[in-house]
């Protein structure tokens, strides 16, 4: 009976019949996050919101008085006055509190700058 092929092992740069002596078993890598999502996140959102009086900030530059909470149903979003894509940071003099009517709005004209349109 003929020997069983081998295969090349990129690792040792060998010919193996089995698993490469060598070989590490797979680890599922660890991703850092991008800041948002974290507890030092959801602190300084919170802080945002309590800053606005958990108040629309769009609405309100409007004369509407819309509340928001921090979660559920009329859970509101912890907005960057200056998109990140366009050179705004994290910084909570950048950050508003808005609505979720208000951020689809903001979010699809930003879409639409952002496609050039």
């Known amino acids: 009976m003929p020997a069983k092929p081998g295969r090349w092992c990129a690792c040792c740069r060998a010919v193996h019949s089995d698993?490469?002596?060598q070989s590490q078993p797979w680890v599922k890598p660890v991703h850092k996050r991008s800041g948002r999502g974290g507890r030092p996140w959801q602190r300084k959102r919170e802080r945002v919101f309590e800053r606005d009086?958990?108040?629309c900030q769009i609405c309100l530059s409007k004369g509407i008085e819309t509340i928001v909470t921090l979660h559920g149903e009329l859970g509101g979003v912890c907005?960057?006055?200056i998109p990140k894509a366009e050179g705004g940071n994290d910084d909570e003099t950048n950050l508003q509190t808005i609505c979720k009517s208000c951020d689809k709005i903001k979010t699809h004209a930003e879409s639409v700058?952002?496609?050039g349109g």
């Open 113 to 115: 700058r952002g496609r």
């Open 79 to 81: 907005d960057h006055i």
């Open 53 to 55: 009086g958990f108040v």
């Open 19 to 21: 698993r490469c002596p």
